[in-house]
C-alpha cells in the first residue's frame, strides 16, 4: 500500500473505531500509531515519532490557558454566579412578554462571558431556571429548550474553550478569534431572545400557560449592585484586560482565576471543601482536554506522512467545486457529523484535514474559526448525541420531562443557529469586524 492508501485506510479506522465506542483520544492514538508503523516499516521509530508530537504539543506555552479557564469556571460555578446572573437578566426583562425565557438567554450571555464551557451553562441553569420557569407557568418542553439553546453561547461568546481549542490547532490569535466571537455571540443571544418575544406575541400557547415576569419582584438598586457588580468586575476584568492589550489570553486566564477566588472569598461561597474538588474538576477535565489534544496532534503527524492533506487538496483543486463548493461541503459535514460525536473531537478530526486545504485557499482562518464554532455547537443540540441535551437531562430532578422534550425544545434554537450560520457565511465581517 501507498502512503496515501494508509493515511485513508487509517482515516477509516479510526472513524470505525469511535463509531464502535472507543474513546477518542485512544482512537486517534491508535490509529496514528498504526498509520506511521505502516508508513515507516518500523514500530520504533513510529513510537518515537509520535511520543515527540506529544511532548511538543504539551511543552506549548500556549497550553497554560487551558486548566486556567477551566479552574475560572468551576470557580465561578461555586460561587453563585450563576444564579446572580439569572436575576439581573431577570429583572431587565421581566416586562418584555415571555420575560423568564428572554432574562434566561440574557443569564447565559452573562455566564458565558466569564466561563467558555457550554455544558457548565447548561448544568448551571437547569438548576436555577427550568423551576423557577415551570413554577411561573411555562412549559417544560420550553423551559428545558430554552436552557439547552442558550447554554450554546458558552462556546461563542468569548472566552472559550473551543475557541482555544481552535486556536492551539490552527495557531492562530487566541485574542482574536475572541473578539470575533463577540458580535456573532451578541447577535445569537438577540436572535433568541427576539424569537421568544415573537412566539410569546403570536403564539404564546407555544410557552404554556406563561405569565409574564412582571410578577417576579424587581431587585433594589442595593441587590442590583450586590449582583451584578462582582460579575461586571470578573468580566471586565478578564475581557477588558485582553481587548485592551494589558495581558496575554494565558495571563487573562490566571488574573480571571485570581478574580474568581477573590470573589468567592469576599462572598463566602468558596469553602475550602468547595476549592478542593473545583481543583479536582479542573484537573480531571484539563487531563481529557490535554489527551485530546495531544492525540490530534499524533493524527495530523501521521496525515501529513501519509500525504492525504495535500492529495485531498489536489482532489478538491481538481474536483472545480470552488471556493464555496469547499466550506459549504465541509460545513454539511460538521453538522452531520455533530449528530454522533461531541464539538471538540469534531474539530480534532476535521480541522487537522481541512487546514492544508484552506491556507492555498487563502480562507481567513479566524473568519473560519467562528463557523467552524457555529456549525459544531449545532451538533450539541442535535439527536442521538447533543451533549448539552444529556447534561441537562442528568441535572434534571424530573422523571416528567425525557430526553425527546429536551430535543424537541432545543430544535427552535437550533434553527436560529442555523440561520446565523448562514448570516455569517454571507456577511464575513460580523466575524472580522473587530479584529
Request: hydrophobic letters at 60%; a neutral charge.
Amino acid at each position: 500500500m501507498s502512503p496515501f492508501e494508509i493515511g485513508l485506510a487509517s482515516f477509516g479506522a479510526m472513524v470505525a473505531l469511535i463509531y464502535l465506542g472507543f474513546w477518542v483520544p485512544f482512537a486517534l492514538m491508535l490509529a496514528s500509531y498504526v498509520g506511521v508503523w505502516a508508513i515507516k516499516g518500523s514500530p520504533v521509530l513510529a513510537g518515537k515519532l509520535l511520543a515527540l508530537a506529544a511532548s511538543e504539543t504539551i511543552s506549548s506555552y500556549f497550553f497554560g490557558v487551558v486548566p486556567l479557564f477551566v479552574l475560572m469556571d468551576y470557580v465561578v460555578s461555586v460561587s453563585g454566579l450563576g444564579r446572580d446572573a439569572f436575576d439581573v437578566a431577570n429583572h431587565l426583562f421581566r416586562r418584555l412578554s415571555g420575560g423568564l425565557g428572554i432574562g434566561t438567554v440574557g443569564a447565559n450571555a452573562i455566564f458565558a462571558a466569564i466561563t467558555g464551557i457550554s455544558i457548565a451553562s447548561a448544568a448551571v441553569f437547569t438548576r436555577i431556571a427550568v423551576p423557577e420557569m415551570i413554577r411561573h407557568g411555562y412549559s417544560r418542553r420550553f423551559s428545558v429548550g430554552v436552557v439547552a439553546g442558550s447554554s450554546v453561547l458558552g462556546m461563542l461568546i468569548p472566552p472559550s474553550l473551543l475557541l482555544i481549542l481552535y486556536g492551539l490547532l490552527t495557531e492562530q490569535s487566541i485574542g482574536d478569534l475572541f473578539i470575533a466571537g463577540v458580535i456573532p455571540g451578541l447577535l445569537l443571544a438577540a436572535l433568541f431572545g427576539l424569537g421568544i418575544w415573537l412566539v410569546a406575541r403570536i403564539r404564546p400557547r407555544m410557552l404554556g400557560e406563561a405569565h409574564d415576569a412582571g410578577d417576579i419582584a424587581p431587585l433594589t438598586r442595593r441587590e442590583l449592585a450586590r449582583k451584578g457588580l462582582p460579575i461586571a468586575m470578573l468580566i471586565g476584568l478578564v475581557l477588558g484586560g485582553i481587548y485592551g492589550g494589558f495581558f496575554t489570553p494565558i495571563e487573562a486566564g490566571a488574573v480571571g482565576c485570581a478574580g474568581a477566588i477573590v470573589i468567592g472569598l469576599a462572598r463566602r461561597s468558596l469553602s475550602w471543601r468547595d476549592f478542593r474538588e473545583v481543583l479536582n474538576d479542573t484537573g480531571l477535565v484539563t487531563a481529557s482536554i490535554c489527551f485530546l489534544i495531544i492525540a490530534a496532534q499524533m493524527y495530523s503527524r501521521m496525515l501529513a506522512l501519509s500525504g492525504v492533506p495535500a492529495g485531498f487538496g489536489g482532489f478538491v483543486a481538481g474536483a472545480e467545486i470552488g471556493y464555496w463548493g469547499v466550506i459549504l461541503a465541509y460545513v454539511a459535514l460538521v453538522i452531520v457529523m455533530g449528530t454522533v460525536l461531541d464539538s471538540s473531537s469534531i474539530m480534532l478530526i476535521l480541522v487537522p484535514l481541512m487546514l492544508p486545504v484552506l491556507v492555498p485557499m487563502q480562507v481567513d482562518l479566524v473568519w473560519f474559526g467562528i463557523v467552524t464554532v457555529i456549525a459544531v455547537e449545532i451538533g450539541l443540540l442535535t439527536p442521538p448525541f447533543g451533549i448539552s441535551v444529556f447534561v441537562i437531562k442528568s441535572a434534571l430532578d424530573d422523571p416528567a420531562i425525557t430526553l425527546g422534550d429536551i430535543f424537541a425544545g432545543a430544535a427552535p434554537f437550533a434553527f436560529t443557529m442555523l440561520v446565523l450560520l448562514v448570516l455569517v457565511l454571507a456577511f464575513p465581517v460580523l466575524a472580522t469586524a473587530l479584529v
